[in-house]
Every structure is written in C-alpha cells, then in structure tokens.
C-alpha cells in the first residue's frame, strides 16, 4: 500500500490538519492527534520549504526530488 500523497503547495492549508492521512477539516480533528491541528511545511518553513529540505536530507534519502515534485505537484514519502 502507498502513503498517502501530499500537495506541495495546497491553496489554503490552514483548513486541513497534516498530521496524518485522514486530512480531517481544522475544525474537527477526528484522529485524536493532539489538540491542535498539524500544520503543512509551507505553512511552517515558506514557499521554498521542499528545496532547502533536499538541501540538509542525505544523498541516499528515498524521498521525491524537488524537481520531481514540480512535475506531478504532488509529494509521495516513498516514490
């Protein structure tokens, strides 16, 4: 089974919480992760918050490159 896959720059992100894959409305977290919702790392480190990440994660890393990424708008842990 895949992860779920996450949007990179999701137009308002301020009303899903990002802690898991449910994606529950702000308003009404229904995993119990917590009492406040996860935020989205664009909200967290800014717009260019997926190429300084590549920049510090290891070579070996098997996560999606920045310019992968860019190509399906999309972020998979594990493509």
Do not use: Q
């Amino acid at each position: 089974m895949k992860p779920a896959r996450v949007p990179l720059k999701p137009a308002h992100p301020d009303r899903i919480c990002w802690g898991c894959d449910k994606y529950c409305p702000a308003d009404d977290l229904a995993c119990g992760n917590g009492t406040i919702r996860t935020l989205h790392p664009i909200e967290l480190f800014g717009e260019d918050w997926l190429e300084w990440s590549e920049a510090d994660a290891p070579a070996t890393a098997p996560y999606v490159t920045a310019d992968r990424a860019r190509r399906r708008d999309v972020m998979s842990p594990m493509d």
